[in-house]
């Protein structure tokens, strides 16, 4: 039987036959069906996996026609930041960074980020990012956004004003873990409010919120509200939210959004929680495992960002990088697996972007 080169979910290389990689495509599949309780792929869907995974070329692309809009989560940090931080070690200045982006590597959008890539840090700083922002857009003619996780965790002990949530609970303190947490949301939607309001007054085109919800469902609610505020502010603004998994942890368990609970909610219910917060782009995510194939993770996410697309009233751009959108997680990913899971992503799940 055929051996075909393929990987697995933390990158090593391995051979599997075909029988092997169709009965891990109907695995992953399986597992989103279960999970969000949602349809599954067609046999000529599945299929057409296969031929993907299993394609000789060592780079592949979508058919001509099929291209969709690329945006870039990080910034300048790419190039940038150091191999600590997934970078190239590259010394240059921002405005290089995002020029070079521009018009050497046919970027369709960029952005400015701060070193930490977090709501928190930049608040202090904040006259400085406007300054560089307003500099930046006199040079660039993609469009140009801001970028920053809402990073919850930076509000909590030692880091920030509120207890520590999990501490909190080991201590069987459930209401002041909960107290904390809501405190928390509260400020964040404050500081994005603070932030967006004035970037955007500087000349951005949009704002990008990379890793909505990473510290759980406060964190959500915190950046949803947020959202909405800075939606208020600037209704014209390019608003993307992108999330850091494919469910939201409950690490609250009753906080809500508009009246409803976002604990637990996966890709096709996140959306609509985003729309409703009034972003105009959701930033689809689904974690890789790294015990499993490239054609489970695969499979498992393209199951999971079809339905998505489906039910979104929003464009959905699909989180394309190390450890999501089935992609390795490992910290340089293979790019016979990046394109593999970018192709699958944009000719199965239909998504609007990556």
């Not at 020029?99 to 980020?113: I, K, M, N």
């Not at 949530?165 to 928390?184: C, F, G, N, Q």
């Not at 085109?205 to 759980?216: E, I, P, R, W």
Request: charged content about 20%.
């Amino acid at each position: 039987m055929i051996e075909y080169y393929t990987r697995r979910g933390d990158g090593k290389r391995v051979t599997m036959n075909k029988q092997e990689i169709m009965a891990d495509l109907q695995e992953g599949m399986a597992d989103a069906c279960d999970m969000g309780t949602i349809p599954a792929l067609d046999a000529n869907e599945l299929e057409k996996l296969f031929e993907i995974i299993t394609d000789k070329n060592r780079v592949v692309g979508v058919e001509p026609g099929k291209e969709v809009v690329l945006t870039y989560d990080i910034g300048q940090l790419d190039f940038t930041g150091d191999n600590g931080n997934s970078g190239n070690g590259v010394d240059m200045g921002r405005l290089e960074a995002a020029l070079l982006h521009e018009r050497a590597l046919g970027a369709d959008t960029f952005e400015l980020a701060h070193a930490d890539y977090s709501i928190k840090p930049v608040k202090p700083v904040i006259s400085n990012e406007m300054h560089a922002m307003e500099e930046i857009q006199n040079e660039i003619i993609a469009p140009y956004f801001y970028g920053a996780m809402p990073n919850m965790g930076l509000y909590f002990a030692p880091d920030g004003p509120y207890g520590n949530p999990a501490d909190l609970m080991r201590e069987y303190k459930i209401e002041e873990s909960m107290a904390a947490s809501e405190a928390a949301a509260e400020h964040l939607a404050r500081d994005i409010e603070f932030v967006g309001t004035r970037i955007m007054a500087a000349g951005a085109d949009g704002f990008d919120f990379d890793t909505t919800a990473s510290a759980g469902d406060a964190d959500c609610v915190g950046t949803l509200n947020g959202v909405k505020a800075l939606r208020k502010a600037c209704p014209n603004a390019y608003i993307n939210v992108g999330m850091a998994g494919e469910s939201v942890m409950g690490i609250h368990g009753m906080i809500e959004f508009e009246g409803d609970i976002v604990a637990g909610l996966y890709p096709h219910q996140q959306c609509k929680m985003a729309q409703k917060a009034g972003a105009n782009v959701f930033g689809a995510v689904v974690n890789t495992n790294t015990s499993r194939s490239l054609a489970w993770n695969l499979a498992r996410s393209v199951t999971f960002t079809k339905e998505c697309v489906k039910q979104s009233h929003i464009p959905v751009h699909a989180n394309m990088g190390m450890g999501v959108g089935g992609i390795p997680m490992c910290e340089t990913a293979p790019i016979d697996a990046v394109t593999r899971c970018n192709k699958a992503m944009v000719e199965i799940a239909h998504v609007d972007g990556i």
